[in-house]
């Protein structure tokens, strides 16, 4: 290996001593440079092909099916506007607009979140946006 190095390293004068050197050992000057470059060439490959079969690992795991227009379903629709009346409260207006099986106190918590209400306080004409969940 170290007369490979030799061989290229060398200056004109001391090329003969490098040229025994690579003979002695039955390797000629252009072969040991076809033997670096085939090296080099090699690792070079091995790791192209380790990357290559990497990439196509991720790619093969990460496909998903194609989703088209139709199949997209929406998720939270435009919430409705109410105007509150006379005498309404966030619970009387949880009441009747919250769905089967949901809690008033979670559909409160959802219009205030909503809305962005700090207090459980409303005012006559106040416009309230509702959660989509309704019924």
């Known amino acids: 290996m170290q007369a490979y190095y030799t ?24 072969e040991a440079a076809f033997r670096i470059n085939g090296k ?9 092909v380790f990357c290559s079969s990497f990439g196509i690992i991720l790619q093969a795991n990460g496909e998903r099916e194609d989703i088209s227009p139709q199949q997209v379903s929406v998720v939270n629709p435009a919430p409705a506007i109410i105007y509150v009346d006379t005498g309404e409260s966030l619970w009387s ?11 008033v106190r979670s559909y409160i918590a959802s219009i205030k979140k909503l809305n962005g209400l700090h ?12 959660p989509a969940a309704s019924k």
Do not use: C, W
Request: no cysteine.
């Open 40 to 48: 080099r060439f090699m690792v070079f490959l091995l790791l192209f």
């Open 7 to 30: 061989y290229t390293n060398t200056t004109s004068a001391s090329s003969a001593n490098a040229r025994k050197s690579l003979s002695t050992h039955g390797i000629r000057p252009k």
């Open 119 to 130: 207090s459980s306080l409303l005012q006559e004409g106040q416009a309230l946006k509702l």
């Open 93 to 103: 207006i949880a009441q009747d607009h919250a769905s089967d099986g949901q809690s």
